[in-house]
């Protein structure tokens, strides 16, 4: 008789919660990004002036070469150089030979793009000459310079 009972209770317990109504809810998850303006080199020609004969008429003729830059879509770009080992911030450029002679050179380049996304580059061009007057000044000897350029959004 309990068993029956308790069984009837059972039962009626399951009928009475059915027949309630569930309470529905929701909730909102915010999703959120913050993309950064990144600019990157992906390549830099060097600027090769090769073998210069102080004799021969100058300047000696100009050199090109390209430096690739990747950013994102529309981002404007900005190039800046340290003006070398042994010049300020854009220049003069003077390469030297270990000795403390200085080659003066001329160095430009494209200073400001905009970014067609990552995957595409931007090529900038980079230009320089020896003048005649700097090679006659200085005594023979292998010349070099290191210009580090940067890349600001």
């Known amino acids: 008789m309990k068993k029956i009972t308790v069984w009837f209770l059972a039962v009626g317990f399951v009928l009475t919660m059915s027949g309630k109504g569930m309470a529905a809810d929701t909730a909102n998850v915010t999703v959120s990004a913050t993309v950064l303006d990144t600019c990157l080199f992906t390549s830099a020609g060097d600027l ?23 950013c994102g879509a529309g981002t404007a770009f900005a190039i800046t150089d340290d003006g070398g080992n042994n010049g300020p911030p854009g220049g003069p450029y003077a390469m030297d030979n270990g000795l403390g002679d200085l080659l003066t050179y001329s160095f430009s380049y494209t200073a400001a793009g905009v ?17 005649q007057a700097a090679a006659q000044a200085v005594p023979a000897d292998v010349y070099g310079d290191t210009v580090v350029l940067s890349v600001l959004p």
């Open 48 to 70: 090769s002036f090769g073998a210069i004969d102080p004799s021969v008429a100058g300047p000696y003729l100009p050199v090109v070469t390209d430096v690739n830059v990747q």
């Open 115 to 131: 970014g067609a996304g990552f995957g595409t580059d931007v090529a900038l061009g980079i230009n320089g000459s020896v003048a």
